[in-house]
């Protein structure tokens, strides 16, 4: 028995800032952070870009490394599952039966990749790609001359594919929806990045499903529901996530879209809080609407926050959502919910392109651009501030590029 002090249930971006913030604010007590991974925290951004791109062995990226988690007296227990959450005892028991005692419990135990499950399908050849160990994997397999098939034309299945194309790769990419990014980016830049991939080479089959897979070593027959059949050495699936709730769920906490938590990141047991891909919350700036976010900003900025909760700083949790994705020379980034907007305003910038996006009360709740990173990031920032504002700027003067919008937040 460990003596009783704050323990995380997750050792990526959440947990591991969350671990490190308790310090900072000045916990002087245990700190257990429990990983099912044997790597020391590490970032996942870099895995479907620079790590599956760059030559040679590729390391992980760590948020803090072993010997930081020592020099901050945090004990790491890496390559564990939890079993059990006991929470009238307040209490977890590892699967090795090792059971250790908390004052406050963080479960950031993240999100699993959405598996594609097929009747009458051979789903036994389709890759994901969610850690270090999928990255190692899948650099062997990324080599020039093969086909790559990537279901699903979200951000990973995209940044995959401009990383296979890197490579010397061939790919289709196929997707059920209409149009690819079709969660929380607006239209107007998937047409760029869509154009952008095409113009590399990469193909597209938008707009239909798959009837069925077919996989033999490393021969695989994908056929769509028209008929054809895509051939392809490799198939890689990114077709969304699934938060991890089933330790959760099995403790009798509530689940909405996750782990529900309240504005402090509390669940529905005061001694027990939850951070990053694997929790809702309803924002304050957007309604009664609870949204759940797969985002790496989100994932540090709550698990910092959670950290000062847990510490009794019962604030509510802020922070707007912000996505980004590297994808060959361009930068997207998002902030704001763009699903809740009605209306769209386009400022050009000639090297980039910016989407400002209103609610039918004229109030900015998204900001959207796309082209090189230092055209847009101070821009994105800016329109930040404007939607922490709940401003409702005049659309001409979103669509002036001579109007500065720092000029906008007066």
């Known amino acids: 028995m460990v003596d009783v002090g704050m323990v995380i249930i997750g050792a990526g971006e959440a947990g591991a800032r969350a671990a490190m913030e308790l310090r900072t604010q000045g916990w002087l007590g245990s700190i257990t952070l429990i990983g099912e991974e044997m790597y020391a925290p590490y970032e996942r951004p870099p895995l479907s870009k620079q790590s599956l791109i760059e030559a040679g062995e590729v390391p992980p990226v760590y948020i803090m490394d072993n010997e930081k988690m020592k020099q901050n007296n945090i004990d790491f227990i890496c390559g564990m599952t939890v079993t059990n ?3 009238d005892n307040q209490s977890v028991e ?14 950031t135990t993240g999100a699993r ?7 009458g399908s051979d789903t036994s050849g389709v890759h994901y790609l969610r850690t270090q160990s999928d990255v190692r994997l899948l650099r062997e397999k990324l080599q020039p001359g093969r086909h790559i098939a990537i279901i699903g034309a979200g951000f990973i299945g995209l940044e995959v594919a401009a990383s296979a194309i890197s490579r010397g790769c061939s790919v289709t990419v196929i997707e059920v929806g209409p149009r690819i990014l079709m969660r929380g980016v607006p239209e107007e830049i998937a047409r760029i990045v869509e154009g952008r ?7 597209f089959k938008l707009g239909i499903g ?9 021969e695989n027959a994908i056929t769509l529901a ?11 699936a990114g077709i969304g996530a699934t938060p991890m709730t089933s330790l959760a769920s099995s403790c009798g906490l509530v689940i909405e879209n996750g782990i529900s938590v309240d504005e402090t990141l509390a669940t529905s047991d005061p001694h027990i809080f939850a951070a990053g891909d694997c929790c809702s919350i309803q924002h304050p700036l957007f309604g009664d609407k609870r949204i759940r976010l797969e985002a790496w900003r989100n994932a540090q900025d709550q698990g910092t926050h959670a950290a000062r909760s847990m510490m009794g700083q019962a604030e509510p949790y802020t922070s707007l959502p912000w996505f980004w994705s590297d994808q060959y020379e361009l930068t997207l980034q998002v902030t704001g919910l763009a699903d809740l907007a009605v209306r769209t305003i386009h400022r050009d910038l000639k090297e980039a392109h910016l989407y400002f996006h209103l609610n ?17 990031a101070k821009e994105i920032r800016i329109g930040e501030m404007l939607i922490e504002k709940q401003a409702k700027p005049d659309p001409e003067a979103l669509a002036d590029p001579s109007v500065k919008l720092k000029s906008l937040l007066r």
């Open 197 to 203: 991939h095409r113009e590399a080479g990469v193909a």
């Open 210 to 218: 798959i009837q069925n897979i077919h996989s033999v070593k490393n």
């Open 360 to 376: 039918d009360e004229g109030r900015l709740v998204s900001v959207s651009g796309i082209g090189e990173n230092a055209a847009i």
């Open 85 to 87: 959450i006991d929470r």
């Open 226 to 236: 028209d008929g054809t059949v895509i051939t392809s050495d490799v198939i890689i």
């Open 113 to 119: 990749p959405r598996k594609l499950i097929m009747e």
């Open 94 to 107: 590892l699967v090795d039966g090792m059971e250790i005692r908390y004052e406050k419990l963080l479960l």
